[in-house]
């Protein structure tokens, strides 16, 4: 293999030779044929390069007129029209021909680990507050706000991120976020008081947080097209960040723990704070794979926005020749399309005040209005975000918390190795539920709204079922199947929401999605303290309440995205 592939600093290749192909000599894709043909304008089929549209079923090769049309097709439904905006759909074109391959298997697996840590900390931070509560004499619910601190660096770095790798880029953004969350997960668990361990939280957030925006949009800037199929396997880290934070804490809290506060010190109680040191050994492991075992090529599209067109094109024949394809892709076919590099430079690189200014322009009227274009379209648009704020909120309500419910479950106080084992095992019996989601969304008749629905409705009522028992066998095998549905219904809501979306507001559609998701995390544990102060199972039922709203407002989606084109 070589030392040489294993250097995170190596420079890309300019130039590949042996992967460039002539234009003519590149394949023309016509539209599915399972592509809906109903008389639905909100699902546009025209020719974007996201959904392999090109040219003409009678043509047998690409020409420079042809794509020359596709690109200006694309332009007119854009809101920007400028030379870097006409080189991005060419690349766009250019990695939709190279096809999916040995790279991008490879970035969904690095990708996966951002979502991994993501809820491997959510839940993380959630095992360790009991033990927390013992060892620096807080109440179960006043020990909440380690996880309001986590949350809050949730949304800081979530936003902070997505602008951050529009400027220094992808590559930087990657790497840094899982570094960061490491270097400060491995320093909590040296936390010498309550504050300086939620405050570690906080600072640790700010690092996961930037894992979804930037390694779902770097792994989607790197497909050849948009599947929902693959939008929702990569849901499937998700609950392994879980089970693996669950096992491990069944192996250290109940044999590294105080039982009650009375006497409880740091030394009697170091099991949450090995579980912490894991974790973050465990993410840091995750960053060293990322960094010297893998080479990313820097996103084309970033490269662009910075005027940096040669390392662009030399990003695609890393691409093809790591997927052992071809590709057509040169500096001249850029040019021709979009200007030449001498002569619009200015034009084609984008300064940091222009980068910063488009993404905030995602969340501009203008950019909004198409959301509600019509009745139809604005009206699903709505409903969506009603159920990523209603599932933000409701979701941590319950999984924040969930060892102290279970310590509690049956109506006493349970060991710590009965509350950590019954946490283990829904972990386990929760994982495969984003695996079966991935078949059920391309069932006729079920699709994904309707797996979606049925999974949430599920949800809900399991979370009921939960309080209205006081038997402890039976609210974990609530606690199982909840565990199971959520993911579910959190893998296909994942896959869903930007099929619905306008390719040129896509971002905009899925960017306010998250906002609102965090923002109903962020008030989750303030409704978990105050409301669980007066009764235990309130925040329970506010739980369910919300899932059961957000179940009514699935059914209630006009759209449904199985076997049709995105928009």
């Known amino acids: ?32 044929e399972k592509a809906d043909k109903e008389s639905d304008q909100s699902l546009d089929r025209s020719s974007s390069s996201e959904n392999g549209a090109a040219g003409s079923k009678d043509s047998t090769h690409l020409t420079l007129e042809a794509l020359r049309a596709e690109v200006e097709s694309d332009v007119s439904t854009s809101t920007n029209d400028s030379a870097y905006d006409r080189k991005a759909k060419v690349i766009n074109r250019a990695l939709q021909d190279i096809g999916m391959g040995r790279y991008q298997w490879q970035l969904f697996v690095l990708c996966g680990f ?20 013992y060892e620096f004499g807080l109440s179960d619910t006043w020990v909440r706000f380690s996880t309001c601190a986590l949350f809050l660096g949730l949304c800081i770095g979530a936003s902070f991120w997505g602008i ?50 930037v390694d779902g949009a770097l792994f989607l800037e790197f497909l050849p097209f948009i599947s929902g199929n693959l939008l929702t396997m990569l849901s499937v880290w998700w609950p392994v960040g879980q089970l693996i934070g669950s096992l491990l804490a069944w192996a250290f809290i109940p044999n590294f723990s105080c039982t009650s506060h009375e006497g409880c010190t740091k030394e009697k109680n170091m099991g949450w704070r090995y579980l912490v040191l894991t974790l973050g050994a465990i993410t840091f492991v995750m960053f060293i794979l990322r960094f010297f075992c893998f080479h990313l090529y820097e996103s084309p599209k970033f490269l662009l926005s910075r005027g940096r067109q040669e390392e662009a094109v030399a990003s695609v024949h890393g691409i093809a020749y790591k997927n052992g394809a071809k590709t057509w892709l040169t500096n001249d076919i850029l040019n021709e399309i979009g200007g030449h590099a001498e002569v619009h430079e200015k034009e084609t690189g984008l300064s940091n005040s222009q980068i910063v200014g488009r993404f905030f322009s995602k969340f501009s009227m203008e950019r909004i209005a198409p959301l509600f274009a019509n009745k139809r379209m604005g009206w699903n648009t709505a409903l969506l975000w009603f159920c990523w704020t ?20 049956g109506g006493e106080t349970n060991s710590n190795y009965i509350t950590y084992r019954n946490y283990a095992i829904s972990s386990i019996v929760g994982l495969p539920g984003s695996i079966l989601a991935c078949w059920t969304v ?12 049925i999974a949430t409705l599920i949800t809900g009522v399991l979370l009921f079922c939960f309080t209205a028992s006081t038997n402890s066998d039976i609210q974990l095998l609530c606690t199982c199947l909840e565990a199971f549905f959520q993911n579910i219904m959190y893998g296909v809501l994942y896959a869903y929401t930007p099929e619905t979306f306008p390719a040129p507001n896509r971002g905009t559609g899925t960017g306010i999605s ?48 199985r076997g049709k084109q995105t928009l």
């Open 442 to 453: 391309e069932i006729k008749y079920i699709g994904r709204k309707g797996t979606m629905a």
């Open 1 to 32: 293999m070589g030392l040489e592939k294993f250097n995170p600093f190596k420079k890309d290749s300019p130039t590949l030779p042996s992967v460039v192909i002539p234009l003519a000599d590149a394949p023309v894709y016509s539209l599915p």
């Open 164 to 213: 951050a790798s529009d400027i220094i880029g992808r590559r930087l953004a990657f790497n840094a976020t899982l570094f960061l969350t490491s270097a400060f997960g491995l320093a909590a668990a040296g936390g010498p008081t309550w504050i300086g361990t939620s405050a570690l939280y906080a600072c640790l957030g700010l690092g996961v947080g930037g894992n979804l925006p």
């Open 390 to 409: 209603t599932i933000g909120m409701g979701y941590p309500l319950f999984n924040a918390f969930l060892p102290q419910y279970l310590s509690q479950s």
């Open 514 to 561: 998250s906002c609102l998701n965090r923002i109903a995390g962020l008030c989750a544990p303030l409704v978990g303290i105050y409301a669980g102060s007066a009764n235990p199972n309130s925040p329970i039922y506010a739980s369910g309440g919300l899932i059961l709203a957000s179940f009514v407002a699935m059914c209630l989606l006009p759209i449904e995205t």
């Open 114 to 133: 951002g979502w991994t840590a993501d809820n491997l900390w959510l839940q993380g931070v959630a095992l360790t507050l009991t033990p927390i509560s």
